[in-house]
């Protein structure tokens, strides 16, 4: 079975979430590899609609395990609201393991990143996400299999409440309170607090289909993206190795995930952005309001300079168009193919924010289509234009597009290859 990694090729919010619940149908794992709860993915079928922060999409699929790597941030208050959520729908119990790796997002973490600015500065998701990986990366955090040593826990928990009290004055959490907590949810998962990396690879040799399930999207790489303006992991295909400890293997699908047009949230340069009507058209029908957030996302064009970096950076074998349905009713599309950068046209995406903060789009018009395309279920049902604009986005960047998105739902999707 080839293994398949569905990644953002945007800025996030690609409805990754829709792709790899379908996907998900006929897997065995759905791994999530790197951010944390500032993610939100969002499955929409018979039960209801779901916004995931950390249980994996593929996990709602019946005989699909989810498993959140070494390489996600876990809060444990979010997952246990989460599979609340999930059992209030009356869906089935999702089976997920957790990695003893893993960092634990504890409550400082969200105060730290108010406090030191970062999330005005950056427009973060308030989820404690960089604070999290920052503790990590300087080798003082907690990780979920430390767990098991209570003790110690609290030892930790008194020592970072006295540290934080002399630097900000308050530590957003009692010690003794928030250990009890800690020791519940560990009593609570145990069983499933494991080594994700074995449980990965043991599925990767018995050749069970396994899905990487990507958060965010490549310009949001903390090294490859739009820095500083992009969140704490590892967003890309690299982030497998990177969060996971296995590697693709050759033949693996690497489905890069793209709305038909572009959208972020936060800070930071977008120059396919339209603040004006078209933006507004676009926010409205695709209801482009954060998932994690509820923040209107900015909204503009599809840019194919930038998919054309996440391809560089990613090498997708193939791509996902999704939300196609709300470029319905337009007379016609604008597409970015160049940036205008001090009068020159570059086909490249620039490398520092300075040039890409003063790139300007170069559009070509593509005629729109009229039709409502909701019920579309095969390719000989969209409008020509409709296809045509899909074979525009496969000539520019030499990959194919194998499925559009044209609804929320999980059966509004159609199998272009
Ligand atoms: P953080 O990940 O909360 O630290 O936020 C850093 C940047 O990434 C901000 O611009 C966020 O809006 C953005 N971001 C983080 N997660 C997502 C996501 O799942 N979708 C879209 N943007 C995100």
């Known amino acids: 079975m080839p293994q398949v990694a569905v990644?953002?090729?945007?800025?996030?919010?690609?409805?990754?979430?829709?792709?790899?619940?379908?996907?998900?149908?006929?897997?065995?794992?759905?791994?999530?590899?790197?951010?944390?709860?500032?993610?939100?993915?969002?499955?929409?079928?018979?039960?209801?609609?779901?916004?995931?922060?950390?249980?994996?999409?593929?996990?709602?699929?019946?005989?699909?395990?989810?498993?959140?790597?070494?390489?996600?941030?876990?809060?444990?208050q979010v997952l246990e609201e989460e599979l609340d959520e999930i059992r209030r729908q009356g869906r089935p119990e999702p089976v997920v393991y957790l990695s003893d790796r893993a960092s634990l997002i504890l409550p400082h973490h969200r105060l730290v990143e108010e406090l030191e600015g970062t999330a005005r500065r950056i427009g973060t998701t308030r989820r404690g996400i960089g604070p999290a990986y920052q503790d990590r990366v300087a080798r003082r955090g907690l990780r979920l299999g430390d767990l098991a040593r209570p003790e110690l826990v609290l030892e930790y928990l008194t020592e970072l409440e006295a540290d934080l009290k002399g630097r900000y004055g308050k530590a957003g959490f009692v010690p003794k309170q928030l250990a009890d907590r800690l020791a519940r949810f560990y009593a609570a998962w145990k069983e499933r607090i494991v080594d994700s990396r074995a449980v990965v690879a043991r599925a990767l040799a018995e050749g069970q289909l396994v899905i990487f399930e990507g958060a965010q999207g490549t310009l949001l790489d903390l090294d490859l993206g739009t820095y500083p303006y992009v969140t704490s992991s590892t967003t890309t295909v690299h982030g497998i190795g990177w969060g996971v400890g296995v590697r693709l293997s050759e033949g693996a699908r690497v489905i890069g995930v793209s709305k038909a047009y572009t959208t972020r949230v936060g800070e930071g340069p977008f120059p396919t952005e339209d603040t004006g009507e078209g933006g507004e058209l676009l926010r409205r029908k695709g209801r482009e309001y954060g998932a994690t957030t509820g923040r209107p996302r900015r909204c503009g064009w599809l840019d194919l300079v930038a998919l054309r970096y996440a391809h560089e950076v990613n090498s997708f074998t193939e791509l996902a168009i999704t939300k196609l349905d709300v470029l319905s009713g337009l007379d016609e599309i604008p597409v970015c193919t160049a940036y205008d950068l001090e009068g020159k046209s570059v086909e490249e995406f620039p490398k520092t924010i300075a040039e890409l903060s003063v790139a300007r789009p170069r559009y070509v018009r593509l005629p729109g289509w009229k039709e409502d395309i909701r019920k579309a279920r095969c390719p000989s049902d969209l409008p020509r234009e409709a296809r045509s604009y899909i074979a525009f986005v496969e000539e520019v960047l030499g990959v194919p597009v194998t499925m559009a998105g044209v609804g929320p739902g999980e059966d509004e999707l159609i199998i272009l290859r």
């Open 7 to 76: 990644i953002g090729a945007q800025w996030g919010d690609e409805a990754k979430g829709k792709i790899v619940h379908f996907l998900a149908r006929e897997a065995e794992l759905a791994v999530r590899f790197n951010g944390g709860p500032n993610a939100g993915h969002t499955v929409q079928d018979a039960y209801g609609t779901v916004q995931l922060h950390l249980v994996p999409a593929g996990a709602l699929q019946p005989g699909c395990a989810g498993v959140i790597a070494h390489g996600v941030v876990v809060d444990p």
